[in-house]
């Protein structure tokens, strides 16, 4: 999980600094690059796609490879379908 440098104003006038790392994708097969509430990376924040934010940046490039080389031979090792996390962002309708 690695800082962004991306700070949000939230409705309360808050800062929210956002951090980057990897979550599992949405059917679980796999993991994917995305944004979060927090430096932990554990409440994932839906208002930003890490794609349009952070394409063309060296953070960017880093959790790519990181994504696609370090995280392949260990994939099946991670229980993608037993995480959870928290989507900020979303209005609850």
């Known amino acids: 999980c690695r800082d962004t440098g991306i700070v949000e104003v939230n ?3 808050d800062e929210l600094g956002l ?3 990897l979550m599992c994708n949405s059917d679980g097969s796999g993991v994917e690059m995305a944004i979060f509430a927090d430096e932990d990376c554990s409440l994932y924040y839906s208002n930003h796609a890490f794609k349009s934010d952070l394409e063309g940046t060296f953070l960017y490039a880093l959790l790519n ?3 696609t ?3 392949k031979p260990y994939i099946s090792a991670i229980d993608c379908m ?3 996390y ?3 962002g ?3 309708d």
């Open 90 to 92: 979303q209005d609850d």
């Open 69 to 71: 080389s370090i995280m």
């Open 11 to 13: 409705a309360n006038g």
């Open 86 to 88: 928290v989507a900020l």
């Open 65 to 67: 490879e990181t994504a």
């Open 19 to 21: 951090s980057a790392g």
């Open 82 to 84: 037993a995480c959870e």
